[in-house]
Each structure stands twice: as structure tokens, then as C-alpha cells.
């Protein structure tokens, strides 16, 4: 009996040990979705033979180049396996990988904005990746090693340093980058190593002098100026191949410039004399010549910033006068018109800020989309000339946007005109038919609502995809919740129910008016632009297409529970995001905060237990609000929330029952918004254009 006793007992300590074993090595679900997409994204690659498409155990069945923690991805090395493709687009989903290497492979596109977090060592260099330097890398604060040489990237470097104290070593060489090195290279306060060589950088490198740098190489660039002494006493210094100043280094420190022998006599002086005095008269005849030009340049460049600035006050001054009118209007019943089925594109003739040069191409594309010509929807062919003079080369200084899908530059034409030009990833055209582009300018040229943000135009030129969309000065709704500064006065609680009804009449329209209805699969307080009264516009509409490869890098804490692959995002799930963004507008916090407790990270998750909670309703109300709303209202807001967010889609309203509640909830209250856009407008400020 003891001998059975003791089996049995035996037998259950081995199970136990293989169920625990099992649940332990049981990958998290979000590290799993992040490599599957790679996995896909990478063209699913005979290497990784381990990996899967979807599902699997990373971490319990030994993928490779997998290092785990407990159930927990932290670290990710495919070094130099000749993998091609992308590289997906959930990485921000890998919170736990500190060390992140796919160096010398055939990686191409966009670096994608999506890249783990909380990373440490990150290489990405010996590929094919184009474009810039994601923004997202200044927000890796324990980033120590970052290396993309020996790609393919090109433009100026974004003014993105600021927040990485802990980054020892950089490397950018073997690229295409211009422009000067950013001002924020002054706080990298650890940076030991910094390799820039084989650019196109300008300017001086003052910016580096107070750096405790022992491995600097700048050669061949186009830097300018003098070196600092403090630089030439770096022990390891390649400075040549620029064009400094006179006395400057040409090589390195250990080389000296080589002096050039006196000799020849009386006569090769003379001749010298001469040549150099013709030279002095080319200089003068330059100078003259530059002097003239820069004043007419530096007169017209003045009289556009005069025009600006009295765009603004007359912008301030029209915000004013709306002080003194009744804003009911803003919630009467919108009779929402039903979209043309056709597109417009103007004739490049008539207008003046598109180029008539066009090649066989771009002609072939225009005819795509005039085949469903229509008076009543229009949308413009511009040219990626016109539109590189008006971001000045798509320059960082314009960059006002990031995302999954692209960059957003500010173009600015002398007119006064100003557009926000959205330039799409060419990695998310990889492998898809030529006329996709143009059926999809089409299919968002037709949506048409006060709420919506319009369509301008397009560009499809050189293997450039980019949409023209109207540019709003106030920005997004994220940026008035979210990054408070002098500039900015708080949003009233009238405003915030205005913005969520504006934005659920979009959204109605999209999902309720549209035929073939319109899932967004991007809704964010970012994706929400506010016009000069502060009605709300959502943006990307009709970018599904897209958003269906990226809908899991929505942010955290905007995806619906059900939301664990694309293709199981559905309506209801925008229904959800919708509900987190009026989170946001009741307690003006983030969707996902991680310098707050654990349990009050994840926005959703710690609310929505006391929405119904009168207490706790008031406790978690936005502080910048100091307790001017009606706690009626308050509570009726909530309860549109909570039903919005319930974590099963089939419990959620369709949005034009929200709608209906929050007409309900305005005429309830009985809302008069005339001082809510005195209360809440963004103030004026040089630094917004």
C-alpha cells in the first residue's frame, strides 16, 4: 500500500513538474502575434525553420535566434542569414527585448516606427533600408548601442536626441543622410563612439565639442568650418575628405597636412600674383551677384512670414468674434449626403502649383482614376517636384507626423497655402498590383463629411505614393490632451462632449452612410485634428487597407480585446477605440502610461470598473478641467464609455445609437458652448508653423 502510495505520489510530482514546465515556458500571447507577423513579413524564410506563420512557442520550443526570460522575448539576433522582406510591423509589441539584431541581411523599405521599446542594443546595419531614421528611436531611453550604417537612408536627421543619456555608441556611416547634425547630439552624454563617415552632412561640428567621445570618424562628408581643439584631441580621429577651414585636419590626428614646397622663383610669384587677383575679381563678381539675389530672396521670405503671422491674428480675431454667437448648431441632426461613386481630377492645366511635365506613367495613372469621372468629387494630381519645394525636400523641419502607414510633412506655398502631405511606406506596396494606389485615391476621394478629414489630392511619381489632406493648425486632439504647454489653454467640458459627438457622427458615417461600409482601423486621439473652432476631423479614413497589416500597432491600449490578429478586426472594434479616446477626453490621460502603477497603466482596463462609480467618477475626471463640468453630464458620459469598451464586440452600440446618446446628453445638459472656444483654442506661437 506504501509502495502504491509512494508511485502515485511520484507519478503526480511528475505531472505537476510537466504542467508547470509547460505553463512556464508558454510564450506571452503579444510577443507570439509580434514574431508571427515578422515571421510573414520576412517572406517566412527557410532559416527560421521553427518559426510559425502563426502561433507557436518562441520561447518553450527554442526558435532561433529566440532568447527568453520566463515567458518573456529579450532577445532577438538574426544576424547575417540573408533574410529579404520586411520587418513587420508589431515590434513595439516586444516590450521585453533588450538586445535586437538583423545586421547584414537584405532587409529593405522604410525602418518601420514600430521597434521594441525598451531596447538596448539595436542593429540594423548591412542592409537595404531607405528613407530616414524612425522617430521612434528618441523614445528608447535605455537605448546603449545603435547601428544602421551601410544602408540606404537619406534626407536630414530629425532633432531626436534629446532623451537617450544612456547611448554609448552610434553608428549612421555608409548612408546618404544631409543636412546639419542635429542640436539634441549635444546631450548624448555617454556617447563614446559616434561613426558618420560616407554622408552628405554640412555645416560645422560644434555640436559635438563637449561629448566624451574616443572614436569619431566624419570622413567624406561635406562638413565645413573649423575642428574644435577639444575634438582633435579624440584618440581615435578620422576627420578627412570635408572641406574645413585653413589649419584644420584633412585626415586624422596621427596625420598632419602635407605643406607644399616654395620654389620657381621670381616669376612662378608672379604669375601667382596674377592668378590670384583674377580670382579676387571672379569672388567679387559672386559675391554681388549673391548679395543681390539674397535680398530679393530674404524680402519675399520676410513678406510670407508677415503673412503668416497676420493669418494668425486674423485667425485669433475670428475665434473671437465667434465668442459672441451660439454654438446649438454645432448639435443639430447631421443629414449625412451620400458619396459619389466617381472621382474628379483636375486638369493639370489650371493649376498653377502643379508641374505639366509628366511622364507616360503618371499619365497612365491619372487615366485609372479619370474612368470614373465626376463633377461632383475632385481630386488633384500634384507633382513630387512642387511638392518637394513646398517641404523643402520633405526636410525634417516639416516632418509634423508619424505612423504606421508613413511621414506627414507640412507643405507651405507662397500663396499662403498650406497642406499636410502624407508619404506612404513604400514597403506596404511590395508585391501589390500598379493600380492599387490609384483604386485606393479614388475609394477615400469619396468620402465627404464635416468630420471627416478631406482628401486633397495625390502624388504617384517615381515610385513615390503620397495623399494630400488639409492641414489644421491645432493640431490633433492628442497633442491639446496630452502635451500642455504655455501655448495651450485646457479644453472646457463642452468642447470635450463636442469633439466625441463630431467624432461619432464620423465615425457613423463611415460604418452606417458608406456602401460598402468603411472600417477605419484607426482610431486614436492622434488620428483626431481639430479645426479653428475645435470641431474634430478624423483622419486616414479609408486607409483599411493598410491598417489591416497595421492594425496591431494602433498603440497600446486602443486595440479591442478581440483585436489578436488583423483580420479579426471588425466595426465593433472601432467602436472600442472610439470608447478609449473618450477616456482620454474624461480623465486626459494616455491609453497607456507606463510611468503610473502597474494596475493604472492600461487605461481601459483600471477604468472601466468605475465608470459607475460616482466616487471614483470624480476622482479619475481630467484635473485640468479644476471641477468646472456638470456632474450629471459627467456620469452620462461615462456611461456612453462603458458601454463602448465592453470587451465583448457583439455588447457594443452601433455608433449611431452613440450618437443619439450624446445628442441626448448635450440637450439634457442644455449647452451653450459660446465660450468654449475662448476657454480652449491653442494659442498663437511662431513655433507652430
Known amino acids: 500500500m506504501d509502495n502504491s502510495n509512494n508511485v502515485l505520489g511520484l507519478l503526480i510530482v511528475v505531472f505537476l513538474g510537466v504542467l508547470t514546465s509547460q505553463v512556464l515556458s508558454k510564450t506571452n500571447s503579444p510577443d507570439v502575434s509580434a514574431l508571427n507577423v515578422m515571421y510573414t513579413s520576412l517572406n517566412s524564410p527557410s532559416k527560421l525553420s521553427t518559426w510559425k506563420s502563426s502561433g507557436g512557442d518562441p520561447c518553450g520550443d527554442s526558435w532561433e535566434g529566440i532568447t527568453c526570460s520566463g515567458s518573456s522575448v529579450t532577445e532577438i539576433d538574426l544576424s547575417n542569414l540573408g533574410l529579404s522582406g520586411s520587418m513587420g510591423y508589431q515590434l513595439s509589441s516586444l516590450t521585453s527585448v533588450t538586445h535586437f539584431d538583423l545586421s547584414k541581411n537584405n532587409i529593405k523599405g522604410d525602418i518601420p516606427y514600430q521597434l521594441p521599446p525598451n531596447v538596448q542594443h539595436l542593429d540594423l546595419s548591412h542592409n537595404g533600408f531607405t528613407n530616414n531614421v524612425p522617430y521612434s528611436v528618441s523614445q528608447m531611453t535605455d537605448l546603449e548601442y545603435l547601428n544602421l550604417g551601410n544602408n540606404q537612408l537619406n534626407g536630414q536627421l530629425?532633432?531626436?536626441?534629446?532623451?537617450?543619456?544612456?547611448?554609448?555608441?552610434?553608428?549612421?556611416?555608409?548612408?546618404?543622410?544631409?543636412?546639419?547634425?542635429?542640436?539634441?547630439?549635444?546631450?548624448?552624454?555617454?556617447l563614446t563612439t559616434l561613426h558618420l563617415q560616407n554622408n552628405k552632412f554640412t555645416g560645422t561640428i560644434d555640436v559635438l565639442t563637449n561629448l566624451p567621445l574616443d572614436d569619431l570618424n566624419i570622413e567624406n562628408n561635406e562638413f565645413s568650418g573649423s575642428i574644435p581643439d577639444k575634438i582633435k584631441d579624440i584618440n581615435n580621429l578620422e576627420t578627412g575628405g570635408n572641406s574645413w577651414s585653413s589649419g584644420s585636419s584633412s585626415s586624422s590626428k596621427n596625420k598632419s597636412d602635407k605643406k607644399g614646397k616654395s620654389g620657381g622663383g621670381g616669376n612662378s610669384i608672379a604669375i601667382g600674383l596674377i592668378i590670384?587677383?583674377?580670382?579676387?575679381?571672379?569672388?567679387?563678381?559672386?559675391?554681388?551677384?549673391?548679395?543681390?539675389?539674397?535680398?530679393?530672396?530674404?524680402?519675399?521670405?520676410?513678406?510670407?512670414?508677415?503673412?503668416?503671422?497676420?493669418?494668425?491674428?486674423?485667425?485669433?480675431?475670428?475665434?473671437?468674434?465667434?465668442?459672441?454667437?451660439?454654438?446649438?448648431?454645432?448639435?443639430?441632426?447631421?443629414?449625412?449626403?451620400?458619396?459619389?461613386?466617381?472621382?474628379?481630377?483636375?486638369?493639370?492645366?489650371?493649376?498653377?502649383?502643379?508641374?505639366?511635365?509628366?511622364?507616360?506613367?503618371?499619365?497612365?495613372?491619372?487615366?485609372?482614376?479619370?474612368?470614373?469621372?465626376?463633377?461632383?468629387?475632385?481630386?488633384?494630381?500634384?507633382?513630387?517636384?512642387?511638392?518637394?519645394?513646398?517641404?523643402?525636400?520633405?526636410?525634417?523641419?516639416?516632418?509634423?507626423?508619424?505612423?504606421?502607414?508613413?511621414?506627414?510633412?507640412?507643405?507651405?506655398?507662397?500663396?499662403?497655402?498650406?497642406?499636410?502631405?502624407?508619404?506612404?511606406?513604400?514597403?506596404?506596396?511590395?508585391?501589390?498590383?500598379?493600380?492599387?494606389?490609384?483604386?485606393?485615391?479614388?475609394?477615400?476621394?469619396?468620402?465627404?463629411?464635416?468630420?471627416?478629414?478631406?482628401?486633397?489630392?495625390?502624388?504617384?511619381?517615381?515610385?513615390?505614393?503620397?495623399?494630400?489632406?488639409?492641414?489644421?493648425?491645432?493640431?490633433?486632439?492628442?497633442?491639446?490632451?496630452?502635451?500642455?504647454?504655455?501655448?495651450?489653454?485646457?479644453?472646457?467640458?463642452?468642447?470635450?462632449?463636442?469633439?466625441?459627438?463630431?467624432?461619432?457622427?464620423?465615425?457613423?458615417?463611415?460604418?452606417?452612410?458608406?456602401?460598402?461600409?468603411?472600417?477605419?482601423?484607426?482610431?486614436?486621439?492622434?488620428?483626431?485634428?481639430?479645426?479653428?473652432?475645435?470641431?474634430?476631423?478624423?483622419?486616414?479614413?479609408?486607409?483599411?487597407?493598410?491598417?489591416?497589416?497595421?492594425?496591431?500597432?494602433?498603440?497600446?491600449?486602443?486595440?479591442?480585446?478581440?483585436?489578436?490578429?488583423?483580420?479579426?478586426?471588425?466595426?465593433?472594434s472601432d467602436v472600442y477605440s472610439f470608447g478609449v479616446v473618450m477616456l482620454e477626453l474624461l480623465t486626459g490621460r494616455m491609453p497607456f502610461d507606463s510611468s503610473k502603477a502597474k494596475v493604472e497603466q492600461c487605461l481601459a482596463r483600471w477604468a472601466t470598473p468605475q465608470l459607475h462609480d460616482l466616487d471614483a467618477l470624480a476622482s479619475m475626471v481630467d484635473p485640468a478641467l479644476r471641477g468646472l463640468y456638470p456632474p450629471k453630464s459627467l456620469s452620462r458620459f461615462a456611461d456612453i464609455i462603458a458601454l463602448c469598451v465592453q470587451s465583448e464586440p457583439e455588447f457594443r452600440p452601433p455608433m449611431s445609437e452613440v450618437v443619439q446618446a450624446l445628442v441626448r446628453l448635450v440637450q439634457r445638459s442644455s449647452m451653450k458652448l459660446r465660450e468654449d472656444l475662448g476657454a480652449s483654442r491653442r494659442m498663437d506661437d511662431d513655433d507652430y508653423y
Open 158 to 190: 530629425s532633432d531626436m536626441f534629446q532623451q537617450l543619456p544612456k547611448l554609448k555608441e552610434l553608428d549612421l556611416s555608409f548612408n546618404s543622410i544631409t543636412g546639419n547634425l542635429p542640436q539634441s547630439f549635444s546631450k548624448l552624454s555617454s
Open 276 to 572: 590670384a587677383g583674377v580670382a579676387l575679381g571672379v569672388l567679387a563678381v559672386i559675391a554681388i551677384v549673391i548679395s543681390v539675389f539674397s535680398r530679393r530672396t530674404s524680402a519675399h521670405e520676410s513678406r510670407f512670414l508677415d503673412e503668416e503671422r497676420f493669418s494668425r491674428k486674423s485667425f485669433s480675431r475670428e475665434l473671437s468674434r465667434e465668442l459672441t454667437s451660439e454654438m446649438h448648431k454645432d448639435f443639430k441632426e447631421y443629414k449625412s449626403v451620400e458619396p459619389s461613386a466617381s472621382i474628379d481630377i483636375v486638369s493639370l492645366q489650371n493649376l498653377p502649383s502643379v508641374s505639366l511635365k509628366q511622364s507616360f506613367s503618371d499619365n497612365e495613372f491619372a487615366n485609372r482614376i479619370n474612368s470614373r469621372r465626376s463633377t461632383s468629387v475632385r481630386a488633384v494630381a500634384y507633382a513630387l517636384s512642387d511638392l518637394q519645394n513646398a517641404t523643402a525636400n520633405f526636410a525634417a523641419g516639416r516632418l509634423v507626423g508619424q505612423g504606421s502607414v508613413g511621414r506627414v510633412y507640412r507643405a507651405k506655398y507662397a500663396d499662403g497655402k498650406v497642406l499636410a502631405v502624407k508619404k506612404i511606406d513604400s514597403s506596404l506596396f511590395q508585391g501589390k498590383r500598379a493600380e492599387e494606389f490609384s483604386e485606393m485615391v479614388a475609394s477615400i476621394s469619396k468620402l465627404r463629411h464635416q468630420n471627416i478629414v478631406e482628401l486633397v489630392g495625390y502624388c504617384s511619381e517615381q515610385g513615390h505614393n503620397m495623399l494630400i489632406y488639409e492641414y489644421f493648425r491645432n493640431g490633433s486632439l492628442h497633442d491639446f490632451l496630452h502635451l500642455s504647454d504655455d501655448y495651450s489653454k485646457p479644453l472646457t467640458w463642452n468642447t470635450r462632449v463636442r469633439i466625441a459627438l463630431g467624432m461619432a457622427r464620423g465615425l457613423e458615417y463611415l460604418h452606417e452612410v458608406c456602401s460598402p461600409s468603411v472600417i477605419h482601423k484607426g482610431i486614436k486621439s492622434s488620428n483626431i485634428f481639430l479645426d479653428v473652432e475645435l470641431n474634430p476631423r478624423v483622419g486616414d479614413s479609408g486607409l483599411g487597407r493598410f491598417n489591416e497589416l497595421t492594425s496591431q500597432s494602433l498603440g497600446v491600449g486602443y486595440n479591442a480585446p478581440e483585436c489578436t490578429h488583423p483580420s479579426a478586426y471588425t466595426i465593433k
